[in-house]
């Protein structure tokens, strides 16, 4: 179900006579709403609207527009929040370990991705489906903004020689081509799982060894 609310309908600043809110609740309170986005999504299918989740949440619609700014907000905070899933899980291995090699963090992110799509289709549609009618287009948007960032801060790590440029330039296409990849598994579901994620890990193994400068074999 689509949603047209214009922005007439959004609210209106706070008034003088409620205190503003502290930032830790300012912070539980949009956790919330995003949870309930989740929940909507997962209810309604990737043509949830606002009012589905305004109703999820227990709340009007000017409040997620006061949160969020609009549908596409929406999408792009529910994108940040799978982004930030992953690096935490990225993040324990880390901890746990020490350190973690180039081929484990890639597999760990494209496992990451398989599960969104395939265990997570709804969320997924809802997410892509607001990216693809944005006229940001597929590389300005929260999303990218947040892989691009975290792609190129855990690659600067393991491999702290690559060009800055060749990072982005990697980010960028890594995505495309983790998503492309992982839709045609998710239509045709051959190879096996497992295979199919060893065949994505190897290839961008070794093009993000090749970001490296000329002449450097990393060791």
Known sequence: MGDSTTSTERPTPRGPGRPPRSPEARAAQRARL???AFAAVRRHGPDTSVEE???????????????????YGIAEAMAVALVEQG?????????????????????LAVEEFFDVVTADPDVYGFIFRSIRTSDGGLLDNALMRSLVSRFQRVAG???????PDALRLAAHGTFGFIMSAIESWNAHRTPARDAAIELIVGILTDGLASARPAGDTGG
């Open 87 to 107: 690096e935490r899980q990225l993040m324990r291995e880390l901890a746990d370990g020490g350190t973690i090699d180039l081929r484990r963090a890639l597999h």
């Open 34 to 36: 995003l949870e309930a």
């Open 157 to 163: 790590v393991l491999v702290p020689d690559a060009d």
């Open 53 to 71: 989740m305004a109703t999820e949440a227990g709340v009007s619609k000017p409040v997620l527009y006061s949160e969020f700014g609009d549908k």
